[in-house]
């Protein structure tokens, strides 16, 4: 056998924290061509215009369908999406990066503004669900 | 004969793009982010290079959907920017030097490193806000620019000691290359940030002025760090810094470090930033 750093189970002890890996990316490939399809200016029009007949353009799944409805991110990365491609639709949107990234934390935009300002969140307790620090 | 004369790092934050776009850079909050890259706008006035080696990661912009490649080499002639889905930045085209990416094309896969050449695409916040921050606002940028693609978005990305032995292969690669030419390389990305899930928001200023320090003259600690460590202490798009890691070896081994900075928060972002002199 080969030498390995880690068990690559290891990836999945990280509190919070989804790893993107080919498997996932294969899961969400067509919720991210409708996220790509949104770098097109005529595209997101026709997806602001009538943003259910736009998603069924596409062979995703109902849930990835609806949890793009419901702009709800952490579902969207349970489905296997990655936040580069999922921030296309929250640009197209209008909203920053930040609020996109905050909509997963269970705060407010205004809280997790102010928790960034404040140095943001510390690793402390967050490394390792096994370990607990 | 070509030469590489200067290493710089830089957070790429689209956050930075939109501010410098919309000339909000003087406000109270993206005034002290821009503040810290005064000294290399000044200093690279008298060293502008012919040609920027830019290390940065594509957003699932250009690649990541389709085709995912580990290293990608920029081999078209010039590259527009990406509408990431609001519109494209307002920022010039950006133009290869293909001689200079052919040779290191060439030289590269001669030493074992499969990359894939990319004959056509965009490139995002990820390219082009590093030229914002280095030379402002201008109507054409001063320089070549050779994209390098690394995949840190799907795992498992190259790990941080595959990135040294490519960096050290470019400085080989450039060094034999006949034409003279003034060449930096830039690494792009982090410093610790993390983009999803309930731990977004993850700043870790201890690891990121750790890896500061061992930049100069550690470098040996910092190829050891693995993917896991990355995840566990910098965040999940923490590890963009293996892209430093690429820069740094290029530099060969014994740098000087000309200016550095570090501020917290860019948007979701902990905001590093270094200029290297090679000393070898």
Redesign the interface.
């Known amino acids: 056998m080969r030498e390995r750093?880690?068990p690559l189970e290891?990836?999945e002890d990280?509190?919070?924290?989804?790893?993107?890996?080919?498997r996932r990316?294969r899961q969400a490939?067509h919720l991210?061509?409708f996220?790509?399809s949104?770098?097109?200016?005529e595209n997101?029009k026709r997806f602001k215009a009538d943003e259910r007949a736009y998603l069924d353009t596409f062979r995703m799944s109902d849930d990835q369908k609806q949890a793009v409805l419901d702009r709800d991110?952490?579902q969207l990365?349970e489905l296997g999406g990655?936040?580069?491609?999922l921030?296309?639709?929250?640009?197209?949107d209008?909203w920053?990066?930040?609020k996109a990234?905050?909509s997963?934390?269970?705060m407010t935009a205004d809280e997790?503004a102010a928790?960034?300002?404040a140095?943001?969140?510390?690793?402390e307790g967050?490394?390792?669900k096994r370990g607990g620090n | 004969m070509a030469k590489i004369t200067a290493g710089i790092a830089t957070s790429h934050v689209p956050a930075i793009g939109a501010a410098f776009d919309q000339g909000r850079d003087q406000d109270e909050y993206w005034k002290p982010v821009f503040d810290g890259y005064e000294w290399a706008k000044e200093w690279i006035k008298d060293n502008t290079p012919d040609v920027v080696i830019l290390c940065y990661n594509d957003h699932a912009s250009a690649m990541m959907l389709d085709i995912v490649p580990t290293f990608a080499l920029g081999f078209a002639e010039d590259f527009e920017p990406a509408d990431e889905g609001w519109g494209r930045r307002d920022v010039p085209m950006v133009y290869n030097n293909t001689d200079l990416a052919g040779h290191i094309a060439e030289q590269l896969v001669i030493d074992n490193f499969d990359i894939t050449i990319m004959n056509q695409m965009d490139v995002d916040h990820g390219l082009t806000v590093p030229l914002s921050l280095m030379f402002g606002r201008v109507s054409e940028w001063p320089c070549k620019v050779i994209p390098l693609a690394v995949n840190v978005t799907q795992f498992p990305t190259p790990s941080g000691e595959r990135c040294w032995q490519l960096g050290a292969a470019i400085r080989d690669a450039v060094a034999c290359f006949p034409e003279d030419l003034n060449v930096q390389i830039w690494g792009t990305g982090g410093m610790s940030h993390q983009l999803q899930g309930p731990r977004a928001g993850l700043i870790n200023p201890d690891f990121d002025n750790e890896f500061l320090d061992k930049l100069i003259d550690g470098t040996d600690d910092l190829r050891k760090i693995t993917r896991l460590d990355y995840l566990r202490e910098s965040g999940s798009e923490g590890i963009e810094l293996i892209m430093w890691l690429i820069m740094r070896a290029a530099l060969g081994e014994k740098v000087e470090e000309l200016h550095r900075f570090y501020h917290v928060p860019a948007s979701n972002t902990a905001v590093g930033h270094v200029v290297l002199k090679p000393l070898d």
């Not at chain 1, 990280?14 to 080919?22: E, H, L, M, Y």
């Not at chain 1, 949104?38 to 200016?41: G, I, V």
Request: charged letters at 15%; one cysteine or more; a positive charge.
């Open positions: 750093l880690y290891d990836l990280i509190p919070g924290t989804t790893v993107f890996t080919a990316s490939y991210h061509k996220c790509m949104l770098m097109d200016a997101r991110f952490n990365i990655n936040i580069y491609f921030v296309k639709l929250s640009n197209t209008g920053s990066t930040q990234v905050g997963m934390t269970g997790y928790m960034m300002r140095g943001g969140r510390s690793p967050q490394r390792s």
